[in-house]
């Protein structure tokens, strides 16, 4: 096998290596046989395009082509011309499919199901990477920046995978990237010849190179690991990232029914709390005719981190007819039966189900998955609650408040779970809630003179201009000011409830709505609302309303409680006088003029649809990709063109010196400025046409020059070519104020080239590669940052890239108008023979 096909397959087999840290993150994990089978075609569209050979763009172009071609028979086959050829149809419905996977990713927790949408993320993902590491290691022959993208792939699965397997995925890419440079080593190495090799083998008089590939592989495996030991030791780290949001939500589970995530449904509240139009978003139908208590809980928040409230990741089974007795109710707990019919508003769209808490059951159509700990319907597949019509059967639990105070303590693991409170919590919350419930006798007792402190005794005052505030310090803020709306008042309480032993959560969803004239209930958006749930054995998660003017207080907080405070508030029901209202009203507790002047707002987050905007056409999507890769890219043109000259020349000048001469002569007239035909490697020197040999040393020399050369222009000193080599060297030492040593080395290339253009027997000396990069350190050690930033970002040599372009356009301009002219004068020739 070749050295450039060795080092294709080592390209497939890296991407291939680094991509398996993307298995853990879909169930089932068949993508990858597919992308493997389709990244080995786009490899061998690659090798058989260099072995044409093609220019290195039109190489990588015909596997991007390819690529696509094959990313079309694969997901679009019905809307491509021929099945293949993509067209507007095609990438409108890649645009869909994108979009179906993000929103997936956005909603499962690992492992995701393999949706088409998801497993065109992955597979085109590993393509696209693919291409880049085949491009830099196998087309460009630079295997060390294809490390690139290997760890951008595997960063993205890192930064979402659950950490378990992390040293395994990471072990198995890094093995991938150093087979890559080792077998980029091996072929460098089997061009260089005998001057890398070691000592003669005994028992023969030939020489290896095995010495440096033996150094090379153990270079490797320190390094790896070094990189294996290193994230073991107790050093800092820096926690959270980019990705860290996604991985908020529910479920981690291991059943048959997966898991499910979903974004955190108290991000966006400061957008929803003072909307202009309180627009609708549910009507009911039940059959209780006392609505106070007939709360739509959508997501309960049971994770508190000292920062947020959020869902905990937890498993989700397939809806079940019957819905199982909520946890901790017990049977001489009074009930009653209630049944709800709902129908979202068009422009509704919400993952979760809003339902009267708890529900034992559920009738809906559509694709919706069972949380059975926090007892909520999730949407699968895309299902949101758009235009949705359900009917729930739920209990209204009436608790007394001698059952409440009388509960026995919870279970330990339960109150292991819900009693969790960080280290960061400023020390004032507990000290608080110490002294509101100073004498209590129980859990009940205190939790209503929490409520009661919260909604009347404080001093605390409804305001939705308040910020919602972040950090270990809003809820400490929140007890200062004493200002704030309903996600303060249920963070804190039931953050202080949990610093007392009283397990609790937040629920987040809608207040009791206002009743119509025709029966119905209307909930609008500005009815969404937030409120604490304390857990007591018997009774279960049971709601409680520190919120002042909003909602209605249980009636198991109010007069019968001993020691209570709160007033009776007025109690929402139906009315046969009530006049037809064309607009949502507020919740029962709240005024219409209320309303209007205050917001009396809930803070969730709704999504308020896309019915009136459509997304914009693929087209439009394709065209500001394509400005902002540009954008990126072309700043950094002159410094990629630089780099990717100057190791050209100095690796040319360096095969030159061991004499194999890899590298043939571009352009003889233009001085071998850059050397792109292949001379064979197996050739020795004593097999070589002295004449071949004498090019290559003429052009690989000068090639040096013109390096040293523009490696001073960029540092400011700009070159001369009416000098000699050696004034044009001594005028770059005068100038660049190098010492000695640099300027021996200048010196020393200067008279090389002198010898290759003047000498009867032209011949390539060693080390010019090294004078020269020598002198680019001294120029950068004498040189402000700003100099050497210019150098390396923006070349002024690299006003080559530009002449080169136009002696090319010149010289293809004069081949066209010499074959036109032979083609002008065949007929006449033609005619007079």
């Avoid at 979009?99 to 949408?117: H, K």
């Avoid at 991000?267 to 929803?272: G, I, Q």
């Avoid at 409520?451 to 200062?480: C, H, K, N, S, W």
């Avoid at 690299?798 to 032979?822: E, F, I, P």
């Amino acid at each position: 096998m070749s050295g450039r096909a060795r080092l294709t397959l080592c390209a497939w087999a890296a991407t291939l290596m680094a991509s398996c840290a993307l298995l853990p993150l879909v169930d089932p994990a068949t993508w990858i046989l597919q992308a493997a089978a389709l990244l080995g075609i786009q490899s061998g569209v690659g090798a058989l395009t260099r072995r044409v050979p093609l220019a290195r763009p039109l190489t990588v172009a015909a596997q991007t082509v390819v690529t696509l071609m094959l990313l079309t028979l694969t997901f679009a086959r019905e809307q491509a011309f021929a099945g293949l050829i993509p067209g507007p149809e095609a990438f409108g419905h890649f645009a869909d499919l994108l979009q179906q996977g993000t929103d997936d990713v956005a909603r499962y927790a690992i492992p995701a199901p393999l949706s088409d949408g998801i497993r065109l993320m992955l597979i085109g993902g590993v393509l696209v990477i693919g291409l880049m590491v085949d491009t830099l290691a196998v087309t460009f022959r630079s295997a060390a920046p294809a490390g690139l993208p290997l760890l951008a792939l595997y960063s993205v699965a890192a930064g979402l995978a659950d950490g378990a397997a992390d040293w395994l995925w990471f072990l198995v890419a890094s093995a991938g990237y150093l087979m890559l440079l080792l077998a980029e080593g091996r072929e460098r190495l089997s061009q260089w010849g005998r001057v890398f090799g070691g000592a003669a083998r005994s028992g023969g008089g030939g020489s290896s190179p095995v010495a440096p590939v033996r150094t090379g592989r153990r270079i490797g495996a320190v390094a790896l690991g070094v990189a294996l030991v290193v994230p073991l030791l107790p050093l800092p780290a820096i926690e959270g990232g980019l990705l860290d949001s996604a991985r908020t939500g529910v479920g981690v589970g291991t059943g048959g029914g997966g898991t499910i995530s979903a974004v955190n449904p108290l991000v966006s509240l400061r957008d929803s709390l003072n909307v202009d139009e309180d627009r609708q978003v549910l009507s009911l139908r039940t059959s209780t005719s006392d609505i106070s208590s007939l709360y739509l809980r959508i997501v309960s928040l049971d994770d508190f981190d000292g920062t947020t409230w959020k869902p905990s990741k937890r498993h989700i089974v397939a809806l079940p007819d019957e819905l199982p007795t909520p946890p901790g109710l017990g049977p001489d707990v009074r009930r009653s039966e209630v049944r709800t019919r709902v129908s979202a508003a068009d422009w509704y769209a919400q993952d979760w189900l809003p339902m009267p808490y708890p529900p034992s059951g559920v009738k809906i159509k559509g694709n919706w998955r069972y949380e059975p700990v926090g007892m909520t319907l999730v949407g699968d597949h895309g299902q949101k609650t758009r235009g949705a019509t359900y009917e729930v059967t739920s209990l209204d639990v009436e608790p007394t408040a001698q059952q409440l105070e009388d509960a026995p303590a919870p279970p330990g693991s339960l109150k292991d779970q819900y009693t969790k409170v960080p280290d960061s919590l400023p020390a004032v919350v507990s000290r608080t809630a110490r002294q509101v419930t100073k004498g209590s006798a129980s859990d009940y007792e205190r939790a209503v003179k929490l409520q009661d402190y919260f909604a009347v005794t404080g001093g605390f005052t409804y305001d939705t201009e308040v910020e919602v505030g972040t950090g270990p310090d809003a809820i400490a803020r929140f007890l200062r000011d004493k200002q704030g709306f309903c996600v303060h008042f249920s963070f804190a309480m039931a953050a202080m409830a949990r610093t007392l032993g009283i397990p609790a959560r937040v629920a987040v969803g809608f207040a009791p709505g206002s009743p119509q004239a025709d029966g119905s209930v209307s909930v609008g958006l500005k009815d969404a609302h937030a409120w604490p749930e304390l857990y007591f054995e018997g009774v279960g998660w049971t709601r409680f309303e520190p919120t002042p003017n909003r909602g209605t207080t249980p009636p198991y907080t109010l007069p019968d409680t001993p020691g209570s405070t709160l007033p009776d508030l007025p109690q929402a029901s139906r009315s046969a006088d009530a006049a037809p209202s064309t607009a949502p009203s507020a919740s029962t507790s709240c005024s219409a003029e209320q309303k209007k002047v205050e917001g009396c707002s809930g803070a969730l987050p709704l999504d308020p649809g896309q019915t009136d905007e459509a997304s914009p056409p693929w087209y439009k999507i394709l065209w500001w990709t394509l400005l902002g890769v540009a954008a990126v890219v072309l700043p950094l043109l002159p410094m990629l063109w630089r780099f990717r000259r100057r190791s050209v020349r100095l690796a040319s000048a360096q095969h030159t010196a061991s004499a194999t001469g890899p590298s043939g002569v571009r352009d003889k007239e233009r001085g071998g400025e850059e050397y792109t035909g292949e001379i064979s490697v197996d050739a020795v020197p004593g097999e070589m046409p002295s004449r071949q040999v004498t090019e290559v040393a003429v052009g690989h020399v000068l090639a040096v020059w013109r390096e040293l050369t523009d490696t001073a222009w960029d540092y400011g000193v700009a070159p001369d070519d009416a000098l000699t080599p050696r004034k044009a060297a001594a005028r770059i030492v005068r100038l660049g104020e190098l010492d000695e040593p640099t300027a021996a080395s200048v010196h020393r290339v200067a008279g090389a080239v002198e010898q290759v253009l003047f000498a009867p027997q032209p011949r390539a000396e060693a080390g010019l590669a090294d004078d020269v990069r020598g002198l680019r350190v001294a120029l950068r050690s004498r040189a402000d940052w700003t100099t050497r930033l210019r150098a390396v970002v923006a070349p002024r040599s690299a006003v080559r890239a530009v002449w080169d372009l136009s002696d090319r356009w010149t010289s293809l301009k004069a081949r066209w108008a010499t074959r036109r002219a032979n083609l002008l004068r065949r007929p006449s020739g033609q005619q007079s023979g």
